[in-house]
Antibody, heavy 121, light 110 residues
Framework: EVQLVQSGAEVKKPGESLKISCKGS????????IGWVRQMPGKGLEWMGI????????RYSPSFQGQVTISADKSISTAYLQWSSLKASDTAMYYC??????????????WGQGTLVTVSS | QSALTQPASVSGSPGQSITISCTGT?????????VSWYQQHPGKAPKLMIY???NRPSGVSNRFSGSKSGNTASLTISGLQAEDEADYYC??????????FGTGTKVTVL
């Protein structure tokens, strides 16, 4: 059974750093892109970026380029999303999801449960 | 890249059919047959309902169908049921080799 399990909720102060995780199981972690999706409170889904754990090829949405870093450790089947200096506007639910399939992997077929990040002074 | 445009809300009575539109450009929806649709209930993670314009994943009801014409994709829900009340988002592959989501549509079952 394919599963993506995300790390727990975080409460941070502005300016702090943070790294959240997404552990994949039940499939070949290095053979599928993993993406991150932001959902701000009461708002829609926003595509942040994706990583291919097999070779760490990474692509970012222009809106998130330079604002976050996506990485992966294939030895433990885990992808990460990190911030070096959080802002209050980073408060949101963050989902990881597996990108499927073929020559143009273009849809998320499995999703994590979400990680709620709250940034407040 | 701008979000794809969806109506903010669509409603229908039980048993009726409704259609949600998703409008993009020739650089995304119009340029590729890689449109997908997601259902999201409050407090839950999104769920894939349609991929590659019109394909249903295993386990998704055949009441859900997708299509595309030019720069606009559509999701149709037939035989509307109370459990279909949720937010729906479209997504498309883009010419930048990225993805973009739609603005989201709240479906209300009257």
């Amino acid at each position: 059974e394919v599963q993506l399990v995300q790390s727990g909720a975080e409460v941070k102060k502005p300016g702090e750093s943070l790294k959240i995780s997404c552990k994949g199981s039940g499939y070949s972690f290095t053979s599928y892109w993993i993406g991150w999706v932001r959902q701000m409170p009461g708002k829609g889904l926003e595509w942040m970026g994706i990583i291919y754990p097999g070779d760490s090829d990474t692509r970012y949405s222009p809106s998130f380029q330079g604002q976050v870093t996506i990485s992966a450790d294939k030895s433990i089947s885990t992808a990460y999303l990190q911030w070096s200096s959080l802002k209050a506007s980073d408060t949101a639910m963050y989902y990881c999801a597996r990108l499927c399939c073929g020559s143009y992997p273009a849809y998320f077929d499995y999703w994590g449960q979400g990680t709620l990040v709250t940034v407040s002074s | 890249q701008s979000a794809l445009t969806q109506p903010a809300s669509v409603s229908g009575s039980p048993g009726q059919s409704i259609t949600i539109s998703c409008t993009g450009t020739s650089s995304d929806v119009g340029g590729y047959n890689y449109v997908s649709w997601y259902q999201q209930h409050p407090g839950k993670a999104p769920k894939l309902m349609i991929y590659d314009v019109s394909n249903r994943p295993s386990g998704v009801s055949n009441r859900f169908s997708g299509s595309k014409s030019g720069n606009t994709a559509s999701l149709t829900i037939s035989g509307l049921q109370a459990e279909d009340e949720a937010d729906y988002y479209c997504s498309s592959y883009t010419s930048s080799s990225t993805l973009v989501f739609g603005t989201g549509t709240k479906v209300t079952v009257l």
